[in-house]
């Protein structure tokens, strides 16, 4: 499975980001698709998670109501698209933005970065003040 990130950038506060992470290669209706961030000097956390059929959504507190997860899935499942759109965006939000995924990961450890095997590269975002 290979993952490739885009969409970061330099954004003022209240505004918005789009991110996209093409997911390709053998994938399952099992696999959950995830993204983290990092923040300089802290841990990767998570931000937000979709199964792959769409039908559930997860997401850390503090992204709320101003985050959306969401994907487009092709009917071969050749590539597929997981998207992250950003709303109202705080200085906070600065980070680099992972997209990750794997088809073990289940629901009670699903914010848990180290049961992903699969991650993209990153996109940074920057919320300036």
Known sequence: VQ???SGGGLVQAGGS????????????SRHILAWFRQAP????EFVAAISWSGGSTWYED????????SRDILRDNAKNTVYLQMNSLKPEDTAVYYCAS????????LRNQ????????????TVSS
């Open 114 to 125: 180290y049961e992903y095997d699969y991650w993209g590269q990153g996109t940074l975002v």
């Open 102 to 109: 794997d088809f073990r990961v289940i629901v009670g450890t």
């Open 3 to 5: 993952l490739q990130a």
């Open 17 to 28: 980001l789009r991110l996209s992470c093409a997911v390709s290669g053998r994938t399952f």
């Open 41 to 44: 000097g802290k841990e990767r």
């Open 62 to 69: 503090s992204v709320k109501g101003r985050f959306t997860i």
